[in-house]
């Protein structure tokens, strides 16, 4: 079946421009993810939504960042007043969410890379 | 907090040598520990990982990895390498309970297979 997908696969913006990404989970995966990887500082967490629970944003790096969720499916990561420092490559990741918490295999996107200039 | 560190930036081999990616790992709580592989210009994609039970866990191209508690460590091995095995390999851990999405990754070995 399909896997996780992203768009874009690019995004150039100028410095001080909102850009948003998206991810579409693979059907059926209750819990999304994202991540950033960057050069400077590897691949982070940066928010994570299961189902309708409230989701955990603890690794968001700023209040420039946000992310949506809609109906349970497709979720778009929004960062206002981009920065140089914003530059990486986000990943987004889906997973079913069943067994132990933990333990679940997440299963990425190829990534949308962002340059900030 | 759980903190992850792959002790090799980079690893350069020759084809059909062993080869070891070295994972250790911090946490004040038990944790899940997985190996992610990137392979060039493709997604991240899980290569294994321990859950619980047998210490060693190994994927379906042959690599394999033992969890050690006492050491705090997760080390990556094959025996033999192929060509097709040159990728970036990140170790990750998940302590489950209320971190339950969150993967902390370290930050990565490039494997390299020289001919």
């Known amino acids: 079946g399909a896997g996780v997908s992203q768009s874009p696969s690019n995004k150039v913006t100028e410095k001080g421009k909102d850009v948003e990404l998206r991810c579409d989970p693979i059907?059926?995966?209750?819990?999304l993810y994202w991540y950033r990887q960057s050069l400077g500082q590897g691949l982070e967490f940066l928010i994570y939504?299961?189902?309708?629970?409230?989701?955990?944003k603890s690794g968001l790096p700023s209040d420039r960042f946000s992310a949506e969720r809609t109906g349970g499916s497709v979720s778009t990561l929004t960062i206002q007043r981009t920065q140089q420092e914003d530059s990486a490559v986000y990943l987004c990741a889906s997973s079913l969410a069943r067994g132990p918490a933990g333990t679940d295999t997440q299963y990425f996107g190829p990534g949308t890379r962002l340059t900030v200039l | 907090a759980q903190s992850v560190t792959q002790l090799d930036s980079q690893v350069p081999v020759f084809e059909e040598a062993p080869v070891e990616l070295r994972c250790n790992y911090s946490s004040s709580v038990s944790v899940y520990l997985f190996w992610y592989v990137q392979y060039p210009n493709q997604g991240l994609q899980l290569l294994l990982k321990y859950l619980s039970g047998s210490t060693l866990v190994e994927s379906i191209n042959g690599f394999e990895a033992e969890f050690n508690k006492s050491q705090t460590s997760f080390h990556l091995r094959k025996p033999s390498v192929h060509i097709s095995d040159t990728a970036e390999y990140f170790c990750a851990v998940n302590a489950g309970g209320t971190s339950y999405g969150k993967l902390t990754f370290g930050q990565g070995t490039i494997l390299t297979v020289h001919p």
């Open positions: 939504f299961q189902g309708n629970s409230a989701p955990d």
């Open positions: 059907s059926g995966h209750t819990a």
